[in-house]
């Protein structure tokens, strides 16, 4: 199946640093999202991407859809203590009935 | 409004012991999905369906079956358990718009012993 490489694996960041993490694909995607899993929880959407170059913020969050397609970046500016959790990025094709491909994710961990 | 809602959520199992998570939408969502989240792996689909009575494969569907006889259930079954299968299981759904927007229940932690 398709391989998306997520990296970093995982971080530990003091409060108020800014945070990147990226992803890369062997295959293009049509879209690319961004998903945050809590303790206990399933994983909530946190940005989506549905033009290659395109840049969108979500409040702290800014993520970028690669040019090439086959790779996307997160930002998270002046994190808190809430940030901590497991990042996903995902990828969905053409005429996939929505199915989505992960990222390994990016566990991040925030100390005060 | 309730989501995506999934039981039981923790069950351990022996070897070769069956059953079936539960999962249901209330959100009228034709298209559903089960993944299994494994540590370190991302999430992996095992099954998912467009609508009642259709039903496909995903990346790792052997050992499980699944059935949609309605829009809002979607039961996941494991037949024969084995130790591979522990893992979290998660259902979701999404509306089948072009957002890509996957909604998720809260998991279904299975042990194999």
């Known amino acids: 199946g398709q391989q998306l490489n997520q990296s970093p694996q995982s971080m530990f960041i003091q409060e108020g640093e800014d945070v990147s993490m990226n992803c890369t694909s062997s295959s293009i995607f049509n879209t690319w999202l961004w998903y945050k899993q809590d303790p206990g929880e399933g994983p909530v959407l946190l940005i989506a991407?549905?033009?290659?170059?395109e840049l969108t913020s979500n409040g702290r969050l800014t993520a970028q859809f690669g040019i090439t397609r086959k790779d996307s970046f997160l930002n998270i500016s002046a994190s808190i203590p809430s940030d901590v959790g497991i990042y996903f990025c995902a990828g969905q094709g053409s005429g996939t009935a929505s199915k989505l491909t992960f990222g390994t994710g990016t566990r991040l961990q925030v100390t005060l | 409004n309730a989501g995506v809602t999934q039981t039981p959520k923790f069950r351990i199992l022996k070897i070769g012991q069956s059953m079936t998570l539960q999962c249901t939408q209330d959100?009228?969502?034709?298209?559903m999905y089960w993944y299994r989240q494994d540590p370190g792996m991302g999430l992996k689909l095992i099954y998912y369906?467009?609508?009642?009575?259709?039903?496909d494969k995903g990346e790792v569907p052997n050992g499980y079956n699944v059935s949609r006889s309605t829009t809002e259930d979607f039961p996941l079954r494991l037949e024969l358990a084995a130790p591979s299968q522990t893992s979290v299981y998660f259902c979701a759904s999404a509306s089948g718009s072009s957002t890509g927007e996957l909604f998720f229940g809260e998991g279904s932690r299975l042990t194999v012993l």
């Open positions: 369906s467009v609508g009642a009575g259709i039903t």
């Open positions: 991407l549905y033009k290659a170059g």
């Open positions: 959100m009228n969502h034709n298209y």
